[in-house]
């Protein structure tokens, strides 16, 4: 069996606001219409059904032209009515191995995948499955602004989309329907079709004022996986002449400097491929080649704001870092404070985001014969 799904996007509703059509409308980075199709992106054949002068707008969400199709994807000019639309779609599939259809609201970009599972499976026993809600409030029957009376609500429910049907079965209900249903369901029970209902899902909100984007935003944020990327950097430069060593971006007095093609800062080094790392985007050679003579004697804190904002490009944050300084001499103490300043300052966090350390070797190795100065470091990004 064949199930395909046809996303309805022809209507011109505005009370939403922005502008445009409520489905075309931005919702957490792009277009409502594209959540609504994406829902049954696991499903073998979809169909976007368009008013004619969305056609761009449906170009930039599937890559088609109305009346092209490419595997999965299908656009059809819809008609003037949301029942003629649909029977435009269903006249679209027709030769195409379709067995089962499932009919949705563009306007309704959450749906999950549990529900359209369970309309699928409501359809091995009914001709047509639809989900829905029961009414909890009380229900009032108005005349004017004051309440005349109250409605009983049991038996009652709140319908919502996709709507599931045997393709064939719709089709012909479609066919000979007069026109002017509410939805598929009216369609399907004038025709004598059994409708069985399916447990809905409050998620599964049509978009019809500019609150309810608000609240849409609020669940896809809260469906969002939280995206974590811990790295890591190791680094080491070796004693010269000098009279001063940069370390994490503060100048500090010493006997001696490090050797490097740049400022040689150990540990601004080290935190900077800690980030790269967490990017999988390599060491600072990869970005700032040493065979490049414009980086020679460059301030290292170049090479760090070029990695944070290279995260910030991809969306992500830093939650923390830590540096450790691995020397017997210079004293680190003294200094930790201000190397913990500075580094705030070029990656724009606060300080307390930030740690600067030291420690030594016990005098073992070349950090313990004062050859030279190590560091190690760590970087936290999170998804923003």
Known sequence: MTTAAIVLAAGRGTRAGGGLPKQWRD???????????????HLPFRVLVIHPEDADLARDVTGESAGDSAG?????????????SVRNALEALQGRGITRVLIHDGARPLIGRALVDRLVAALDHAAGAAPALPVTDALWRAEGARVAGTVDRTGLFRAQTPQAFHYDAILAAHRGHSGGAADDVEVARAAGLDVAIVEGDEDNLKLTWPADFARAEAILKGRRRMDIRLGNGFDVHAFTEGDHVWLCGVRVPHDRALLGHSDADVGMHALTDAIYGALAEGDIGRHFPPSDP???GAASHIFLRHAIDLAAERGFSLANCDV???????????????????LADILGVDPSRVSVKATTSERLGFTGREEGIAAIATATLVQA
Do not use: N, Y
């Open 294 to 296: 414009q980086w020679k």
């Open 72 to 84: 999965d994807a299908l656009v059809v000019v819809g008609g003037a009515s949301r029942d003629q």
């Open 324 to 342: 450790t300084l691995i020397c017997e001499r210079p004293k680190i103490g003294p200094h930790a404070l201000a190397m913990q300043a500075a």
């Open 27 to 41: 919702l957490a980075g792009r277009p409502v219409v594209a959540h609504a199709l994406a829902a049954f992106a």
